[in-house]
């Protein structure tokens, strides 16, 4: 009986310890309301549950996106969420799932979401993973012809010259490249 409950003690340990650092799930791809958990927008979901959270938005002229209060930019795919977008306004407002938010710096970026990121610059740090494959992108990975680009998932985060967050984006390939 003690080896079975250890067992299942392990296990628990080993799930419980998941995070985007292991990989990146449509989970990831997500923002809540810093002081509501439970007020959640997530890649995939419907643009009614979307603005449910966040109001009604306004189109701003960019192709398939609406802009929301609190600095908030939903991309959709055929009225689903296909990528979301922080900007300054969001800070405090709205955080990234793995509690990433405007403000914080790109060591406590790296510290939530990993040392697997596709390039370090001065103002970008990006993330790409493969959730067909269960593995993060290389850079040369990046530029070439995938089977499905709705598979790839992206996490970028842009920094300005103090090296704090004024952007956040959450989204898949195609939307990255296509806006579509």
């Known amino acids: 009986m003690r080896k079975i409950v250890l067992g299942l003690l392990f296990l628990l ?7 985007s650092k292991g990989g990146v799930t449509t989970k990831d791809l997500a923002i809540q309301k810093a002081n509501d958990s439970k007020a959640v927008v997530q890649y995939g979901m419907s643009r009614t ?7 009604m938005g306004e189109d701003k002229g960019i192709p398939n996106s609406v802009m929301y209060d609190s600095g908030v930019g ?5 009225d689903k969420v296909a990528g979301i977008t922080l900007g300054k306004e969001s800070k405090d407002a709205y955080e990234t799932a793995g509690g990433f938010k405007i403000g914080m710096s790109k060591d406590e970026f790296k510290q939530i979401y990993g040392e697997q990121y596709l ?3 001065e103002s970008n ?11 993060y992108l290389q850079e040369k990975e990046w530029v070439a012809k995938s089977e499905d680009d709705t598979k790839i998932y992206v996490i970028s985060g842009m ?7 004024d952007g956040i984006v959450l989204v898949d390939k195609r939307m990255t490249m296509t806006f579509r």
């Open 13 to 19: 340990i080993l799930t419980a310890c998941g995070d």
């Open 49 to 55: 549950e979307a603005e449910e959270v966040l109001g």
């Open 74 to 78: 939903i991309m959709y795919r055929e």
């Open 119 to 121: 390039k370090d610059m």
């Open 125 to 135: 740090l990006d993330y790409a993973y493969d959730s067909n494959n269960k593995r």
């Open 159 to 165: 920094f300005n010259g103090k090296g704090e967050a």
